[in-house]
């Protein structure tokens, strides 16, 4: 069990252009469950790394619980690791796997055998204990591999760096929701490492966006998803992403290029910069009243369509729910309390 | 009606079936035809039937005695080899390093052994071990060990075996080392998160990963040192007495120096069919349900 | 321009490896072949390319026999899920490779590159090395050499598997206008149903070896001709419960019934299956309610995912909005009969629910 603390973390790779992750100050709770998220090369697998201490950060501290173990070896902070790839002991049962840091730790015969079949029926994995792993599916190898983290009652995190990569969809929902239920029935930080958006915010708490190094967001998936703080956020979470249409504002109003007005929530002070309207395509609708626009084509995602609309110039997209008709001229309208203003790509907070 | 793939393909294996009949089928054949007859001289060939394979296989006769001695030799010579070779060929893999520029200087220097001419190997030994003016048989006897090859049989045997681990430890170091870099990072990654020590290490991973690898030279390493000839030729010529009459020297012995062809022929067939099911047998049992890791190891590979 | 595939089927050491399948592929659309991993997707993608012969049927291409034929004979292009590029070419070289094996002329050569290039959107890399892309860009490379030989058949086994989900969802956004664009015929494996409707096009989804439906892929979707194809197509997992019709109610569960459909099965049993989105925690008129218990809710942003138990079956629902029900809580499920898809005993779907259907 531990809590994580960052101070003034860096880290540049020797020889590399630039810092590979900006100085950042974070703090994760004990025993929550944190997703790392962005696109690839954006540090999140480099920051996992630094907490798992396969990598020593050029500039900053590590704290579990306040004790300094930047300069620890892996081996020494009792965190346990998913990898991307099953990693299971090929020549071995699925009990000696289990067994196998608990042996390594010198633990007696007796009290292993209860924490790894304790385990073992935590995971469902209790009828395969004496399989050998390597004939095993991937779900069931990953299984493992995570077992191998909880039998340690003194784990201080687990870490998962993309451990969905290889699996099925339909074994994915049952895995990640044995994970999410695992989470509540032993209270271990968990930290996990992704670049899918669905992944991150179902499994987690509180969502780490990354970009380019650096920490953009942090939230709940809610926040993440109403009130993204940056573009990229918006852009990133969701499916298709938000909606951002270049505008000039007028206290509560919002100008488009073609003219139109659109009426906001809230009042803006003037603002400098590049100024957009963020809005998601599941809080735009089409009707029969509202701004025109041209439907360019529809997508049928089976439980709701897509659709790609053309606002005076700037493309657009809308989400229907399932069997809703296209009106024949469509209008589009927006939830005027979901709409935001970002200038130069951050979000501005309104006034009242 | 499902058209036929294009058999021309066939055309171009042609050369190599020829090849292989003229330099191993009708070599083949002409041995098996000698080791049915027996032969006065002057090219004069009588029906033995099984004579010669009833005489060799039975170590009360003079032929089967002079065999069955050379073949346990063999067989402790082999033996010898993979016991100190596999081992030594393991650790060594383990210690070279991984990256950097040491990688291309240890592994050009662990293949300079590989690259020398047999023959070159035995003269090399047979003077380096030279009581009198090779550099090792002179400094051993110099520390006061009685050390001569050419007298003393155990002397002659360690000889021989330490030539062929010189030549040949480097082919399963480099096997070896191809087998380690080959398993991914994360297993290492894993194992240092599970708290596993170096002997564990080699025990979870790096030993089952190299099972394949290893398999291989073996397997080589049996057949080149059953069918070991030169080197040992070139320093002790299979002395002294008999001490190091390997199947191979014998062989020659027979065949050549006395001339006995349906005999050598005979030895020669046995020889071979022994080479044949000792590495059919080890092969099968050691790749046995292997194929699915096989599979799997694809897998990985393909992600 | 077409692709038939007529009774085609492979089968080795006696047992069937893909069950014989007749269909027809055409041009302009991407045929997606839909299925877990080990269904046989990739088995009739080395059928197609002629990398394996089929044991039986016959495999015709714009009306000609081409069963049997080795790829190089044919005009087969593919692309991995791995990136496969060669390293020490040049992006323009990479994708330029197939047309120099062929011989063309260099201005013809220079054309198509430029043009596959332009449509890819990888026309400002040309003269750098796949190594110093971005995976997004390599697979683009791969794929441009697979559309530059203006091939009868493009082959894709799982492209963008190995992308992050934002390079995804452009790629996937870009295909379709290349397939319409392009006069080959496009063949697409993946796992994920999500992207079988997205590229929109026909699907025929794969199970145990067998094809089990063709067709556009909304339709197959709504109207899945099995239980098999349910199962394939349905991301979250379909919810199913099975079910004894008697009396024109079918039973199932802890005495739950719902109505029967009028036609189209026989009394005994069957399976209901209901994909997570038709269900509903709050009430629906004409809604039946199940008692459940709720696991683990999992909250996306704007939408949850609720698993529950509803006796010893694990259901999972799509709710609107934020829910986060403790887990062991109490929970009611709204399950309207006419959302759900009924299946036969032998697996049949026996009516299409008319809330399900429409769209």
């Given amino acids: 069990m531990a809590r994580i603390a960052f101070d003034r973390l860096a880290h540049a790779y020797p020889g590399g252009a630039g810092h590979a992750l900006k100085p950042m100050d974070m703090v994760w709770e004990d025993a929550g469950a944190y997703a790392l998220l962005g696109p690839s090369g954006c540090g999140k697998t480099t920051l996992l790394n630094i907490v798992s201490g396969l990598i020593r950060p050029s500039a900053g501290r590590v704290l579990f619980n306040g004790a300094d173990v930047t300069a620890l070896p892996t081996e020494r902070r009792n965190v346990a690791q998913v990898f991307q790839f099953p990693v299971v002991y090929d020549t071995m049962t699925v009990r000696e796997n289990l067994a196998f840091p608990l042996r390594n730790r010198g633990m007696p015969a007796a009290p292993a055998r209860a924490r790894v079949e304790h385990v073992a029926g935590l995971l469902g994995l209790a009828r395969d204990l004496d399989r050998r792993a390597r004939n095993l599916g991937a779900d069931e190898k990953q299984k493992i591999s995570l077992g191998r983290g909880l039998v340690r009652d003194d784990v201080a995190a687990i870490l998962f760096d993309e451990p969905l990569t290889v699996i099925d969809p339909h074994l994915k929902w049952e895995l990640r929701s044995r994970l999410k239920e695992l989470h509540r029935q032993v209270p271990v930080t968990m930290i996990y490492v992704t670049h899918d958006q669905t992944e991150a915010l179902t499994f987690a708490d509180r969502v780490v966006v990354m970009s380019e190094g650096e920490v953009v967001q942090v939230g709940t998936p809610e926040a993440l998803f109403d009130r993204p703080a940056h573009r990229f956020v918006g852009h990133f979470i969701g499916s298709p992403g938000m909606n951002f249409l270049s505008c000039a504002l007028l206290g509560a109003e919002a100008i488009l290029p073609g003219g139109a007005r659109i009426a906001l929530p809230r009042a803006y002070p003037a603002l400098g910069g590049r100024l957009e309207l963020g809005i998601r395509p599941e809080f735009a609708s089409l009707g029969a009243e509202g701004l025109p626009v041209a439907v360019q084509r529809i997508e049928d995602l089976g439980r709701r369509r897509i659709a790609r609309l053309d606002l005076a110039g700037q493309p657009f997209a809308a989400s229907l729910p399932e069997g809703m008709p296209v009106p024949a001229e469509p209008r589009l309208r927006l939830d005027p309390a979901r709409l935001h203003v970002y200038a130069d790509g951050r979000l501005v907070e309104g006034e009242g | 009606m499902a058209k036929p793939r294009d058999d021309r393909a066939w055309g171009l294996v042609l050369p190599v079936l020829l090849l292989v009949a003229f330099s191993a089928l009708i070599p083949m054949m002409t041995v098996v035809n000698y080791s049915v007859q027996d032969s006065f001289g002057n090219n004069q060939f009588f029906w033995n039937g099984t004579g010669w394979f009833r005489e060799l296989l039975d170590p009360s006769t003079d032929l089967g005695g002079r065999f069955f001695d050379a073949l346990w030799r063999t067989l402790l010579f082999s033996g010898l080899c993979l016991l100190i070779e596999i081992p030594l060929g393991i650790a060594v893999s383990l210690t070279l390093p991984r990256r950097g520029w040491g990688v291309a200087a240890s592994l050009v220097l662990l293949a300079l052994p590989l690259l020398i001419p047999w023959n070159v190997v035995g003269t090399i030994w047979q003077v380096f071990a030279r009581r009198d003016i090779g550099l090792l048989g002179a400094a051993v006897n110099g520390l006061g060990i009685e050390y001569n090859y050419a007298q003393d049989p155990l002397a002659a045997w360690i000889t021989v075996v330490a030539m062929d681990v010189w030549h040949w430890t480097s082919l399963v170091v480099l096997l070896c080392y191809a087998g380690l870099r080959a398993i991914p990072d994360a297993y290492y990654q894993a194992a240092k998160v599970d708290g596993a020590g170096a002997w564990a290490v080699f025990r979870a991973i790096q030993l089952p990963k190299l099972q394949r690898v290893l398999t291989i030279a073996v397997l080589l390493r049996f057949m080149d040192s059953f069918m070991i000839y030169t080197e040992p030729f070139v320093v002790t010529g299979g002395g002294p007495g008999n001490a190091t009459t390997f199947l191979s020297i014998d062989l020659v012995k027979l065949a050549l120096g006395q001339f006995d062809l349906g005999k050598a022929a005979a030895m020669s067939i046995v020889y071979n069919l022994i080479i044949l099911t000792v590495c059919w047998v080890f092969f099968a049992t050691t790749t046995r349900g292997q194929s699915e890791a096989v599979q799997g190891a694809g897998q990985e590979a393909g992600r | ?359």
Wanted: neutral net charge; aromatic residues 4%; charged residues 20%.
């Fill in chain 3, 1 to 359: 321009m077409s692709i038939l595939l007529d009774g085609l089927g492979l089968s080795a050491g006696g047992r069937p490896v893909l069950h014989p399948v007749s269909l027809e592929l055409p041009a302009g659309t991407p045929n997606v072949l839909l299925g877990p991993t080990g269904a046989g997707k990739t088995t009739l993608l080395r059928l197609l390319a002629g990398l394996d012969r089929p044991s039986e049927g016959r495999l015709l291409e714009a009306g000609r026999e081409v069963t049997g034929l080795p790829p190089r004979r044919r005009s087969v292009a593919m692309v991995y899920q791995q990136f496969i590029n060669y390293p020490s070419f040049t992006v323009f070289e990479n994708i330029a490779a197939p047309l120099r094996v062929a011989r063309l002329p260099k201005p013809e050569i220079e054309a198509r590159v430029q043009e596959a290039a332009r449509l890819l959107r990888l026309a400002p890399y040309l003269a750098r090395r796949p190594l110093e892309l971005s995976g997004g860009q390599q697979q683009r490379t791969a794929i441009a050499r697979a559309l530059v030989r203006r091939a009868a058949l493009v082959l894709m086994d799982e492209p963008l598997a190995n992308l992050d989900y934002k390079l995804r969802e452009e790629l996937r956004e870009e295909l379709p206008k290349l397939f319409a664009e392009s006069g080959s015929v496009f063949v697409y494996a993946t796992t994920e149903p999500a992207e079988a409707l997205l590229l929109g096009g026909r699907v025929a989804t794969l199970s145990e070896g067998r094809v089990t439906q063709c067709g556009p892929a909304g339709e197959v979707f709504r109207r899945p001709a099995d239980l098999a194809t349910a199962r394939v197509f349905s991301d979250p997992p379909l919810n199913e419960a099975p079910a004894r019709l008697a009396g024109g109610q079918l039973r199932f569960g802890a005495g739950a019934a719902i109505p029967a459909p009028e036609a189209g099965l026989a009394e005994g049993a069957c399976t209901i299956g209901i994909r997570a989105h038709q269900l509903s925690l709050d009430p629906l008129p004409g809604a039946v309610a199940l008692p459940a218990t709720v696991r683990v809710a999992e909250v996306t942003g704007s939408e949850s995912y609720v698993h529950l138990d509803v006796g010893d079956l694990a259901w999972v629902v799509l709710a609107p909005g934020i829910r986060r029900p403790e887990p062991g809580a109490a929970a009611t499920i709204w399950l309207d009969p006419r959302r759900c898809l009924v299946f036969g005993g032998d697996g049949r779907l026996a009516a299409v629910a008319p809330l399900a259907e429409a769209a």
